[in-house]
């Protein structure tokens, strides 16, 4: 009996809505009010970044029609990723420091690979428990046609 395989749910995904729920709370309550030190004032939002914005962008991507399937991010999207954050905000718009505000801080470089990841790592972890999940749907009754 094949096992159903769970789809990746893009923006939906649950570390894509946890970013989404702690970029605000760092922004407007944490950075202002100084707690959490040096890590949540200067690298937090750059661990968030990839967890956050690889959800997004694969999903543009899955609308565009680049991506065909709707499986986990694989590997080799993650770092496509991580090297277009890295060049942009650590060697593009340093150069403009009148419209960004980016240090160009190269710390950040190993924020974003820790977060990138972070992310990898759950999203393989729930790609591989999905497909040894001894539960299968089609096990389960329709109880919908028994009323027929």
Not at 2 to 15: S, V
Not at 30 to 48: A, C, E, Q, R, S
Not at 68 to 78: K, N, S, T, Y
Request: hydrophobic share 45%.
């Amino acid at each position: 009996m094949t096992h159903p395989r769970r789809q990746f749910q893009y923006i939906a995904d649950p570390i894509c809505i946890a970013c989404l729920i702690i970029y605000p709370i760092n922004r407007f309550f944490l950075k202002p009010h100084h707690i959490g030190g040096w890590f949540t004032h200067g690298y937090l939002n750059d661990v968030m970044c990839l967890p956050l914005f690889v959800p997004m962008i694969l999903y543009v991507e899955h609308l565009l029609g680049i991506r065909r399937h709707r499986d986990f991010p694989r590997l080799w999207e993650v770092f496509q990723a991580f090297v277009a954050f890295t060049i942009v905000f650590q060697a593009i718009t340093p150069r403009f420091p009148r419209t960004f505000t980016s240090a160009g801080d190269p710390w950040d470089i190993l924020a974003y690979f820790a977060g990138g990841a972070i992310g990898y790592f759950y999203w393989s972890c729930v790609r591989r428990s999905r497909k040894t999940s001894p539960t299968s749907l089609a096990s389960i009754p329709d109880r919908s046609r028994s009323a027929e």
